[in-house]
């Protein structure tokens, strides 16, 4: 890891201090984790907000990376928080880095089943031995592919298990309703319901979850039925957060924009196609046009650089360093002068020769790279030279 980084935990706020302690809690923990300063911030209702826990660790940092502690991408990760980071990027002297959401992990699939467990225990019911039904209850949203990812995380709870069946349902926004889902699960006469809330702290809607499984165990007495813990501040949270750090370190953050709302006309949100994509595009490249007055001193961002070098971020390679390798070189490129575009690459087919760099148009590929070698590579590509000791093969 580069020295001077930092992360801000970017939550969503709320009204109930408690949920928001949550936040700071995981801030403070994931700070153990990592070993670097990491800042809780809010998008609304608390604070600081995001936009000033940026604004306070750029004066002491090279690097802030932004990871929204938000379960599932909606509009607050695909077009509220992007706009903050653009603004803290126009406003601190430092790099921000955006990562992605908590979305669907196999640490997130282990959790949910540990939770199921100890509802089982309390209800005296085995998944082996009984038919044990799970109702997973999200928040519900107006974005199509966010409610497609729980019935994503629903059936990799049932992958492999002995449930009975896994069931996706929700407490607002969109169907089917818990109340829905439950009354439709009686019908199977399982032994037991077991509903688990997938927020991640206890505020009102979990509240409601928990009265809405205490309400149908009322309503069937021949169905045993509770509800489970929400995810709070689990360790596997951790595990979540710092992946989703390494990725965005190594550039490797990307959205599922092919069920993207935004970006494609899915049926019933035709008029929402484009909308906070085509702003967010043209909020960051109007940037570019500016000021077109000297092109010598200021280039196009889509001009063609002198020299392209991409830079193997795929998992062998991150394993050794990629990413810290990736940063260097951008670093020295920026600190040489150079006109060259510095691109993170999906495998180059050298595994275990890594870290693998290849630059262009020059058709030198580098390997076993380390981040003390990024002034080198750098120094070489404005002299329009090559590092000898690390070529590993030219073409």
Known sequence: MLDAEA????????????????????????????????????????????????????????????????????????????????????????????GQHLGVHPAIVEL????????????????????????VCARGSSDPDSNGDVHKLSRLLYEGRAFAG?????????????????????????????????????????????????????DYPYVDADSGEPLGTDERLLAVL??????????????????????VEMDGFEEEAGGARAMLRAMTHQAAHADRSDIDDEPHVHDAPDKHVAVCTNRTCAGDGAATVLERVRQAVRDHGVDAR??????????????????????????????????RIASSLDRDRIVSDLVSQTL
């Not at 939770?115 to 039904?133: I, P």
């Open 7 to 98: 992360v801000v935990l970017a939550g969503h706020g709320s009204r109930r201090e408690k949920s928001n302690e949550q936040v700071r809690e995981l801030a403070a923990d994931l700070e153990g984790r990592l070993g670097m300063p990491v800042d809780a911030g809010f998008l609304e209702l608390a604070e600081p907000s995001i936009g000033d826990a940026i604004g306070s660790l750029a004066p002491s940092g090279s690097d802030v990376t932004v990871l929204p502690l938000s379960l599932f991408a909606a509009s607050h990760v695909k077009a509220d928080i992007p706009l903050i980071v653009n603004e803290a990027r126009s406003e601190y002297d430092v790099t921000v880095h955006s």
């Open 342 to 375: 510095i691109t993170r690459s999906s495998c180059l087919g050298r595994c275990g020769e890594g870290p693998n760099v290849a630059v262009y148009p020059d058709g030198v590929w580098y390997g076993d790279v380390a981040p003390d070698d990024a002034s």
């Open 242 to 263: 710092a992946d989703r750090f390494e990725e965005a370190r190594a550039g490797d953050v990307s959205m599922s924009c092919d069920t993207c709302k935004y970006k």
């Open 166 to 218: 896994v069931e996706a349902s929700f407490i607002g926004v969109t169907e089917p309703l818990l109340e829905e889902t439950l009354h439709t699960v009686a019908k199977r006469r399982p032994d037991a319901v077991v509903v688990l809330p997938y927020m991640l702290g206890d505020g009102v809607l979990t509240e409601r979850i928990h009265d809405g499984a205490a309400e149908f165990d009322a």
């Open 112 to 135: 949910l089943d540990e939770r199921a467990a100890a509802v089982e225990e309390r209800l005296g019911v085995d998944r082996t031995e009984d038919d044990v039904v799970v109702v």
